[in-house]
């Protein structure tokens, strides 16, 4: 490794922090078509995701809640692969997105969200990178009951 080069755990966590200070598409959307609460009670991290699907493409993706730096910064991320992707992709994401953080990264390119693949190491911490993804995955399938983790 080059000894001037940041460590890639390093740039890592500088996404994360930078997520956690400024989510992106942190607001509540007037013209949601759908949405779902998610709740960890065990940290106490709480969100609502908000949806705008037309054509089954998400057209639009926001959250608002509060939580931990790591379920903050993994529900601004989720927002921001997920905007304008076809439902279908989202749900195969989502899939892949658990298995990365739970077991063996599948083959794919995970962009950004990569950053959070060391939560893997911190099996707790693990439901507070997920929380807005089974949240995501609730509001697409139009579930009533809020999305848990624990």
């Not at 994401?93 to 739970?102: A, G, K, P, S």
Request: hydrophobic share 40%; net charge negative; glycine share 6%.
């Amino acid at each position: 490794m080059n000894p001037g080069a940041p460590d890639l755990r390093e740039l890592y966590q500088e996404v994360i922090f930078d997520h956690n200070r400024k989510p992106r598409n942190y607001r509540p959307m007037a013209d949601a078509n759908r949405h779902a609460d998610g709740h960890n009670p065990l940290c106490g991290d709480q969100l609502t995701v908000y949806l705008h699907i037309e054509d089954e493409i998400v057209r639009d993706v926001s959250f608002v809640g509060q939580g931990c730096a790591i379920s903050t910064a993994s529900a601004s991320l989720m927002t921001e692969a997920v905007k304008g992707k076809p439902v279908a992709e989202v749900e195969a994401l989502f899939q892949d997105f658990h298995t990365l953080l739970t077991s063996t990264a599948p083959e794919r390119d995970f962009g950004k969200l990569a950053a959070l693949s060391g939560v893997r190491e911190f099996p707790a911490r693990v439901k507070c990178a997920t929380l807005a993804w089974h949240t995501l995955h609730n509001a697409i399938i139009g579930a009533q009951d809020p999305a848990r983790t624990e």
